[in-house]
C-alpha cells in the first residue's frame, strides 16, 4: 500500500473537460482530489474539432473566454453526395470554435485553484479493489489510494473492465484525420458538413472555421482510407490551402454503457461511451455527466457502505435522466443514415431542404433528439428508408 500521503478520497484519472469538471466538484465538495493525466502538458496532443455550442458552454457553467475562444459559429452548410448545399442559419451565434487544449488547460487551472493536486505524465494501468478502499498502480510502479476513482481517461480505457464494468464496443470506433489548413480562401461563420460514400463512407467529412483564412478539416469513416478520402477533399474544396498540421484520432459511435459505477468506482466520457453517435462529440455532455461524478464521488467518500454505494448509483440514474433520450434517438438516427446511398442521401436532403425553416427553428446541437423525431416522422422522409428502419421508427416514437 502507498504511504499516508499517497491516500485521497477521489482519484481522477485522465484531465481532459470530464476529468477536470469531475475533480473541480469533488474538490468544491472539500475532498481530497489526485488528478493524473498521462500526457506531459494537459490537453496535448488534442484530437477534438473542437466546436461546442453555447447552450452547451451555459449548461457547464462558462462563458466564451478569450483564452481557448477562435471563431463564432451562426450554423452549418450541408453538402449532399451530388448537388447544391443546404444552409441551416440562424440570426444570433448558436457555437464557438474553441482551442481545446486551451480549454482544458483552463479548467484544470481552475482545478488546481480549487486545491486538486495535478500530477502529469502518469498513467492508471490496473483498477483494484482492497479492504480499505481502492488502489490504481501506475505505469511507474507506485501506487495511489482513494475511497473513490473516477475513470476520464477516453475510448479505449481498461480500468472499466477492471472495476467489473462493460466497457463501449471498441470496434465501434471509427478512424479519423484532421488537418489545420491555412492560405484558404476567406471564411464565413458556417461550419461546413460533407457526405457521401465518395468523401466519407458511413460517416461525414467538415470544415470548422478558425480564423479568416484557417479552418479545420477532417473526416472520420467506417471503411476505406481515411487519408485518401480527406486528401481528395482538400483538392476539391481548397486546392490552394497549405497543410498546416495534421492530428489522427477516433470517433466513438457505440453509445453508453449500460452501467457506469461500481462499488468505488465511477466513469465518465468517452470511457463510458457518453458521446453524441451522430457526430463523435462529448465535450458537453462528458463536461456535465463529470460535474455529477465528482459531486457523487465527493458524497460516496464521505460516506461507507451502502450509503456510499447510493451516491454512485445516483450519479448513473441523473445522467442518464437528462441524456438517455437524446443519446437513443442519435444511436438511431446514425445506424439509419450510415448504410443509406448516395441516391437516398441525396433525395433525402431534398426533403430537408424543404424544412430548414423548421430545422432552424427547433435543431438544439446538443440534444438532437427532438429535431431528429420529426424528421423521422415525416411521411417523405419514412418512404425513403428501408422497412425495417420504418419498423424501428415507429417502435421507439410511437
Sequence with gaps: MGSPSDRYDVVTVGAGVAGCEAALEAAKKNAGVLLLEEHPQVGSPSHCSGVVSLKGLELL??????????????????????????????????????????????????????????????????????????????????????????????????????????????????????????DMKEQGDLVELFFGAKRAPGFFAWSIPTGKNSARVGLASKKGNVKKFLDDLVKEQWPKATIDATKSGSVLVAGPISRCWSPGFIVVGDAAGQVKQTTGGGIVIGGYCGKLAGIAA?????????????????????????????????????????????????????????????????????????????????????????????????????
Design 61 to 182: 457553467g462558462l462563458e466564451a473566454h478569450s483564452s481557448f475562444s477562435q471563431k463564432l459559429i451562426h450554423g452549418a452548410r450541408f453538402y449532399p453526395p451530388h448537388g447544391e448545399p443546404i444552409e441551416v442559419r440562424k440570426k444570433d451565434a448558436v457555437a464557438l470554435i474553441l482551442n481545446r487544449m486551451k480549454l482544458d488547460q483552463f479548467l484544470a487551472k481552475q482545478a488546481v485553484a480549487a486545491g486538486v493536486e495535478l500530477r502529469a505524465k502518469t498513467r492508471a494501468s490496473k483498477f483494484e479493489r482492497t479492504s480499505d478502499g481502492d488502489l490504481l498502480t501506475l505505469t511507474d510502479g507506485s501506487k495511489v489510494a482513494g475511497k473513490v476513482v473516477i475513470d476520464a481517461s477516453g475510448a479505449g480505457s481498461r480500468l472499466p473492465e477492471q472495476a467489473g464494468l462493460q466497457t463501449p464496443d471498441w470496434a465501434q470506433i471509427l478512424p479519423g484525420l484532421q488537418y489545420e489548413l491555412v
Design 298 to 398: 465527493a458524497s460516496a467518500a464521505a460516506h461507507s457502505g451502502v450509503e456510499s454505494e447510493g451516491f454512485l448509483r445516483n450519479y448513473d440514474t441523473q445522467w442518464r435522466e437528462k441524456f438517455s433520450s437524446d443519446l437513443r434517438k442519435m444511436g438511431l438516427a446514425r445506424k439509419l443514415f450510415a448504410g443509406l446511398s448516395d441516391e437516398t442521401l441525396d433525395r433525402l436532403f431534398s426533403v430537408l431542404r424543404d424544412n430548414v425553416s423548421e430545422i432552424e427553428a427547433e435543431g438544439d446541437m446538443d440534444f438532437q433528439g427532438k429535431i431528429i423525431t420529426r424528421m423521422l416522422k415525416k411521411r417523405k422522409v419514412a418512404t425513403l428508408l428501408p422497412r425495417v428502419a420504418t419498423d424501428a421508427i415507429k417502435a421507439i416514437f410511437s
